[in-house]
């Protein structure tokens, strides 16, 4: 499965990767950047057109008393171009919330993905792992081996 990942902001973070649920190997990261948020709806465009990409999961944004503000409008209006995106090209789409993306924070050094200076790029594929993570769960019913390994690495 290969799959595009999105932290949604004023700076977007996006990555790709890849992931063989048959194979007990970490996912792969095929690419990672950041964009900023008004143009990333069509670098969202052109790297689905060139990228045979399965899935598109973007972190989710709800609104309640801590989120209302300027700086939620721009969020909501990027999520809907992102979901309109996916639509016109058929792309299946979903989200996970914001929190689900921090059990991997600390950790990517740990799976050879840690990008320096590029923290949206870092939370998209702290998303990826997480996704990735629970999906595997979901297939097995058991935290797959290598999510146990860096847990165990971390206590050290």
């Known amino acids: ?9 004023g700076t977007t973070g996006w990555c790709v990767m890849e992931h063989d649920f048959d194979v007990n ?6 690419l990672a950047e950041q964009t900023a948020g008004d143009r990333f709806p069509e670098t969202l465009r052109t790297t689905l057109k060139s ?3 399965d ?3 973007y972190e989710r944004f709800r609104i309640h008393k801590g989120t209302i503000g300027e700086s ?7 999520i809907g171009k992102i979901e309109m995106v996916c639509e016109d090209l058929g792309i299946p789409y979903t989200s996970q ?10 950790r990517l050094k740990s799976f050879d993905m840690h990008m320096s200076g ?15 993570m629970t999906e595997a ?14 847990l165990q690495q971390s206590q050290h």
Do not use: C
């Open 137 to 150: 769960k979901s297939r097995d019913g058991r935290t797959p081996s290598w999510v146990l390994g860096v």
């Open 25 to 30: 190997l970490h996912p792969t990261l095929v």
């Open 72 to 78: 939620a409008v721009p969020v909501i209006k990027q």
């Open 51 to 53: 990228m045979d990409i």
């Open 1 to 9: 499965m290969i799959a595009l990942f999105v932290d949604p902001g």
């Open 55 to 57: 899935l598109v999961v």
């Open 97 to 106: 919330p914001p929190a689900n993306k921090s059990f991997f924070e600390g």
């Open 118 to 132: 590029k923290q949206h790029a870092r939370d998209a594929i702290q998303h990826g792992l997480y996704y990735f």
